[in-house]
């Protein structure tokens, strides 16, 4: 196991004496919120809590700022980083009733094996960080997962296959200007990914370990070249179909690199395209609740620096719809009753007029 070191019937027949009257149609009522729950309600910072809910009567659930649309009865995991007020809307034809917890997120003991990094002043971003673990069985290469959740659900750097100089002492530098920002706590992991003789091996993850980019002004100034614009970063229930992605113009830019993948690193690629104008338009569909990642680099005139990796997650899968079972109508018995008494008094009359007529 990788040590790392740091320097997520019956029926009866019934024939009525008058016309039956129209039923006075029924008021829907509003949905109910059986429970909402949140175990626990205080947490320190990196645990995790769950979220159940348990909702009748209602059309669209969604619990804000998380999920856009969820099943009327479930639960989840997350892992709050600061104090949190999570709502829950149940919605139908007669309008919508409320219901939130509050979660309390308490600062981790920083005196026992919390560790912190530098910050810049001026950009509210990390200093270069160290990372260093122990060789594994004469490994070469490995992999650098940085996350901001213990869960690794939402990873924010993946170094792919990486070979440090030399192997005996594996270490990483996270280059200075990141996007790790001030006072948040990260999480980051290492696995061997190639031995000595070249082949290509996968260890299990080492144990998770934290750090803190220490305090600072909160990030104010943007990341030189192209801005990201839409979909905002990190941004959760995204629809899962015909995306619109837009970034700002690069100077005297006329035509750019645009990159979609479905991990960090950007190397499990769904789209490398070259477009002309600041926009793209991805007219696939994604899977619901997964996270995407993506990026833009100018190319012509002149190559620039790659933009800052944004992600974005899928909405959650939306309920199927309510099959509408079609039904013959059904003939009610006394009407089948009264039709048969008018046959024979039919055929009674016809037989008395003839005998009338013989006579």
């Known amino acids: 196991m990788l040590i790392p070191l740091l320097i997520l019937t019956a029926s009866c027949i ?27 309600e205080t947490i320190e ?9 348990n909702v009748s009567d209602a059309k669209k659930v969604t619990i804000q700022p998380i ?23 149940a919605t139908n034809e007669a309008g919508s009733t409320t219901s939130f ?28 960080i160290g990372f260093k ?47 790790l920002e001030a006072g948040h706590t990260y999480y980051w992991r290492a696995r061997v990914r190639q031995a000595a003789t070249g082949q290509i091996i996968t260890s299990p993850w080492s144990e998770t370990q934290s750090f803190t980019v220490s305090a600072g002004y909160p990030v ?17 229930g995204y629809p899962a179909k015909s995306v619109p992605f837009t970034w700002t113009p690069y100077k005297e830019t006329t035509k750019y690199r645009f990159t979609l993948a479905r991990d960090a690193g950007l190397t499990d690629i769904i789209i490398l395209t070259e477009v002309t104008t600041t926009s793209y338009s991805y007219e696939g569909t994604f899977e619901y609740n997964t996270n995407y990642f993506w990026q833009v680099m100018a190319l012509e005139p002149a190559p620039s620096d790659a933009s800052a990796v944004f992600s974005f ?15 013959t109508p059904v003939t009610p018995v006394w009407v089948w009753v009264v039709i048969g008494i008018g046959a024979i008094l039919i055929v009674a009359v016809i037989t008395l007029i003839f005998m009338a007529k013989r006579t």
């Open 45 to 53: 910072s990196g645990d995790a809590i769950t979220l159940s809910w």
């Open 313 to 327: 997650t899928t909405e959650v899968e939306p309920l199927p719809a309510a099959k509408t079972v079609e039904t």
């Open 14 to 40: 019934i024939i009525p004496d008058e016309p039956a009257q129209p039923a006075t149609p029924t008021a829907i009522p509003p949905p109910i919120i059986n429970y909402f729950t949140a175990d626990p």
């Open 67 to 89: 999920l856009s649309n969820v099943e009327l009865i479930g639960n989840t995991q997350l892992y709050p980083a600061t104090s949190t007020a999570y709502t829950l809307i």
């Open 220 to 236: 104010t100034s943007s990341y030189q070249g192209i801005q990201l614009l839409s979909p905002v970063n990190s941004c959760c």
């Open 133 to 179: 673990w122990e060789q594994l069985c004469l490994s070469t290469a490995y992999q650098v997962q940085i996350a901001k959740d213990p869960g690794f659900t939402l990873i924010v750097f993946d170094s792919g296959i990486y070979a440090p100089d030399p192997s005996t002492s594996p270490a990483m530098l996270y280059p200075a200007g990141g996007i």
């Open 101 to 128: 917890v509050n979660i309390t997120v308490k600062p981790s003991d920083t005196s026992s094996d919390q560790k912190f990094v530098g910050v810049d002043p001026v950009t509210g971003r990390n200093q270069d």
